[in-house]
């Protein structure tokens, strides 16, 4: 995608949102949709996803709206969505087992590969359909199944060392939990989801009503 580079992290961010949209309009029967109904779900200005759709192409048709399944489809090729990336998740805690459980995943077409954790209690137990794997057998694991992104769900103190095994194991993608900054060699993009981050801003959001300083309505949720 060598011609998509200058687009902003900030249009590349918002097409997932367009694609679980148009999801749940297929799911709802809706065949036919328009930027304006889009942005009423999404909260988004009309013209802002007219604007990120057309750094990808001619969609829809004046008159008419975009076609819910085709414009789908379309975002979902342009995300790589129709690659059916496999994936591979370290650290089978709470967090871990319901990253594994969460049906999305193989919604949007990822396939989970393999889990794995160090603790002994744990290997060879099974979450959902999958058996958790010992992580001493990591990188023979990711290139006999081909997997491609590794999701890190492990404490802070271990992060750095699962995502050098990972890297080490030829992963090309990294989605990480734990709350620190991974240093990864940069051809490894990667995803940090730091949920102490998101609490706090709930905080000092629900500080500041409180204190009455401001309606915070438009603050709307990025989920």
């Not at 160090?118 to 794997?133: A, D, F, K, L, Y």
């Not at 620190?180 to 995803?191: A, E, N």
Request: one cysteine or more.
């Amino acid at each position: 995608m060598q011609e998509h580079l200058s687009i902003s992290k900030a249009t590349v961010d918002r097409l997932p949102r367009y694609y679980r949209c148009l999801h749940q309009l297929t799911d709802e029967g809706v065949e036919i949709t328009s930027s304006e109904d889009l942005g009423r779900r999404l909260a988004i200005n009309p013209e802002q996803i007219r604007k990120d759709l057309a750094f990808f192409g001619q969609f829809g048709k004046k008159g008419v709206g975009y076609y819910v399944a085709e414009l789908k489809e379309s975002i979902g090729s342009i995300l790589g969505l129709d690659h059916h990336w496999n994936i591979a998740i370290v650290g089978m805690g709470h967090l871990g087992v319901a990253i594994a459980n969460y049906q999305g995943i193989a919604r949007l077409g990822f396939r989970l590969v393999a889990i794995f954790d160090s603790n002994p209690v744990v290997v060879g137990t099974r979450v959902g359909q999958r058996r958790v794997e010992d992580i001493a057998y990591l990188a023979e694991i990711i290139a006999e199944r081909g997997v491609q992104i590794g999701v890190i769900a492990v404490p802070a103190e271990h992060a750095q060392a699962v995502a050098d095994l990972l890297v080490a194991a030829g992963i090309r993608a990294i989605w990480n939990f734990a709350p620190v900054k991974l240093q990864v060699p940069p051809h490894i993009p990667f995803v940090s989801e730091d949920l102490s981050v998101g609490l706090s801003s709930l905080s000092y959001y629900l500080n500041h009503v409180d204190a009455g300083n401001g309606d915070f309505s438009d603050k709307n949720s990025l989920s």
